[in-house]
Every structure is written in C-alpha cells, then in structure tokens.
C-alpha cells in the first residue's frame, strides 16, 4: 500500500500580537522610553509580517515592493505610497512579490497607538473630539489616497521626537488624515452616517440581528411595519443611515460571513453558501462575484497567501 502522508491542519486563525513579543531586537521602541505611540520601521521578509492582529490602531505606510494587501476580509494590491489605518484587533498582513535577492531593508513605516488615552481625553478636549470619526471608520480599515509624500515626512517627524513633541506631530498627523476625504474602507461595511441617536440606535438594532443570524429570513416589510414606517419610508430611511438599499446589505452581510468561513474554516463553498442565507449556488456565486470582484473558490485560494506562505 503506498504511505499515507499526515499533514497538518492548514492555519486559518490571525495570531494575536502580544506586547511582551514587541522586542527592540525587531525594531520595536521600549515603551518606557516613547509613552503610547510608538513607531516601528522594518524590512520584508520579517517575522512582523504575518497574519495578525493587536489591540492597537496601526498605521502603515508601504515606501518599498508590491505585492498583496490583507485586512480583514479585503484582498487588494500595494505600490510605493500605499497608506492603511487598520483599528484595534482587524487582522491584517501585507506581502511582497517582487522581492529583490536580500529581501528589502526597509518596506514599512509603522506608528501603533491606543484607543483609550484618545477617547478619554477627548471627552474633556474638544479639538481631539474630531478624531473619533476616523477612528470609528478604521474598524474597517482605511486607505488613504495623495498622502504618500506627507505621510513619509509626518512619519519621521513623530519618530524623531519625545514627549509632547511626539504627542504634538502624531496628533497634527492623526489631523491631516481626518481631514482627508480620497480614502477608501477596505474590510465589510458599517454605518456611515446618522441622523440622530434615535435613528442610530434603531440602525444598530437592525445591523445587529442582520449580523448575528444572517441566514434567518428578515423582509423589509417586517422592520418597516416594527419600526412603525411604511416600506418606501423605511427604504430611505435605512439607505441614508448605510449608504446601501436594505437588500444590497444584507447580500453583503451575508458574502461577509461566507468570507469568514472560507478564511477560517475548510467547509465546502456549498455549505457555507446555504449556511449565510443563499437558497442556491449560482446566486451565490454570481453575488460573491459582484461585491468580492472574485469567485469563493478564487477568494479562499487567495486568503491563503496573507500568512507568506503556500499550503
């Protein structure tokens, strides 16, 4: 009988970036050293890129090699210049594929900061207050477009510096990025705008029972009539709060549970097709299509790549 080969599970979960493993050998500045904001520059390969995740927002600026971006369940191209606000736990990699013999001594200029110390002192300093919006909308990710060349010189002006002189550059960075409007969401889409809290917590209701059961059948007709609102009403109601007519977003709920089974799990495609909500194959297939701009089965073979290595 010929050998049966055993191998190992293929890893589908983003590892979990622990401050203990933030050596200074690696690049990492000593935290006793810098405060909360901290940059890092490095080279490609590492063992920094990998398919991961921390508590942390990171910015990231790509200055050398092309190749393939990872956050969360978008797929997409880097160049020189490719600038990506990723929040707290959004796994994320990026890899080279034009790498020179040697590798690339330097490809990533990287600040890592935390949410809390902004978030309390902005209740308290309104001129932070006009961060929090950027900082809700990197849930998703955030690439940011004609920065490049100012996001380099930002970038080492916040290294240089100690003190409140870092807390002064990161900030007058952290200003010119919320300020900028040529950006794009990579990873599923969250609300984008609301009216009122009212309206907001009546959203949020909506997108929760979406998200948590995405296969349980929810017509529009049935919110409208809860929420005391006729159908056309609720229409544009739900399409000024999410920026989506209400069945083009519970189609793309449903392709954003089918990416994160075919990231983390090896169920067959039509399994996971019936499981978020599809009652067939090729409308599956054809929706997949539309908002991916790939198929499933090209979509798992392609998330395979965001560890650097083949399976």
Known sequence: MPARHHTLPRQRQPELEHDRA???????????????????????????????YHDEYELHLIVASSGK????????????????????RLPHNWISLDLPEGGIEQRDLVIQFPHAPIAQAAEHLPELAELMPLLERARN???????SDRAVEHWHKVKAA?????????????GELARCTDYR????????????????????????????????????????????MS???????????????????????????????????????????????FNNVANFNRRFLDFKGM????FRRQVDGRFGTRH
């Open 22 to 52: 933030r050596s200074p050998e690696l690049g990492y500045e000593p935290p006793e050293t810098v405060g909360s904001i901290r940059c890092l520059a490095h080279g490609f390969p590492t063992p920094l890129a990998r398919w991961h």
């Open 69 to 88: 971006t990872f956050v969360g369940d978008y797929i997409g191209y880097f160049q020189p210049g490719h600038l990506v606000l990723t929040g707290p």
């Open 141 to 147: 990710g955030i690439e940011f477009f004609g920065l």
């Open 162 to 174: 100690r003190g409140l002189g870092r807390l002064g550059a990161f900030c007058e960075f952290l």
């Open 185 to 228: 969401l990579l990873s599923h889409a969250q609300l984008q705008s609301e009216d009122n809290d009212t309206e907001l917590r009546q959203i949020d209701a909506i997108l929760r029972r979406l998200t948590n059961d995405p296969a349980q059948p929810l017509p529009a007709a049935q919110l409208a009539a809860e929420l005391g």
């Open 231 to 277: 159908e056309s009403r609720f229409s544009r109601f739900f399409r000024r709060a999410t920026g989506n007519t209400f069945t083009d977003f519970v189609n793309q709920v449903r392709i954003n549970r089918a990416c994160q089974l075919l990231m983390e799990t090896d169920r067959y495609i039509t399994h996971i097709c019936y499981e978020v909500g």
């Open 295 to 298: 198929t499933p089965g090209e």
